[in-house]
């Protein structure tokens, strides 16, 4: 389980530069595969290598939308110069939330078992402003299949950076909506993240929600494949206690 793999931090391209002068202005930042120019291929691997049946298990009662599936990594990044080195982090563990007693454990994926998955790895971390980069710290990666509801609340999730990425999509709805946090009643966004298609923005300056999945036509059954990476603070896993 402990063996290093190495991620290529790509050249800043200008969508790169693009994303990151937003998250420095505005906080949040849209883009796409083909603009970032990953092939089209990408996301329908994503989507058959990691939203499945076999890689997804339930989510917690009464935490989550109980007929949510999800899958989760936790991976630990040193960054040497252009390069990430990338290890599997022993727990994947997450803290109680709300009136929970028990930590919450969901299924894990080893995410570094796959080489196109390590390869992007270093893409998602480059969206980060340069003086945000973290040099040793810890990535999350949640896989949702949702077929009803996502989290409608305003909330945060107490992260450096929140990348959601849709790897599919057979739903109308499914509106993600950013807030700013001295404002929590403003919407400041709403929008319809399509797939190959991704929101980036840094947690603490907004709270966010999602509205639900409806069918596109009577009688279909909706669902959103939906990956989201958290670029942990170094209290989330690094350095909390165990
Ligand atoms: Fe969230």
Known sequence: MNKIKVSQIPESTSEIVRIQNE????????SSDSALGIPPEMRQYLDNRFFTDHVLGPE?????????LRA????EFRRKKDQLELEEFPIVTLKPIKNMK????YKRVLTLEDPKFVNWIGTLF?????DEQQTHGTLGFHFLRTFNDLVAYKHQDGEQYVII?????ETDGALTSLYPIDQPDTLLLEVAIQPGEYLIFRDRDFMHDASPLRPRF?????????????????????TAPR
Not at 218 to 238: C, E, N
């Open 218 to 238: 009577k009688g279909d059954k909706q669902y959103r494949d939906a990956l989201i990476t958290l670029v942990h603070y170094p209290t989330t896993y690094l």
């Open 72 to 75: 989760c990594d936790v991976v």
């Open 23 to 30: 998250l420095k202005e505005k906080g949040y930042a849209l």
């Open 165 to 169: 990425y849709i790897a599919a999509r």
């Open 126 to 130: 480059k969206m980060v402003p340069p």
């Open 102 to 105: 028990e930590p919450r454990e």
């Open 60 to 68: 917690i009662p009464g935490v989550s939308p109980i007929d949510r």
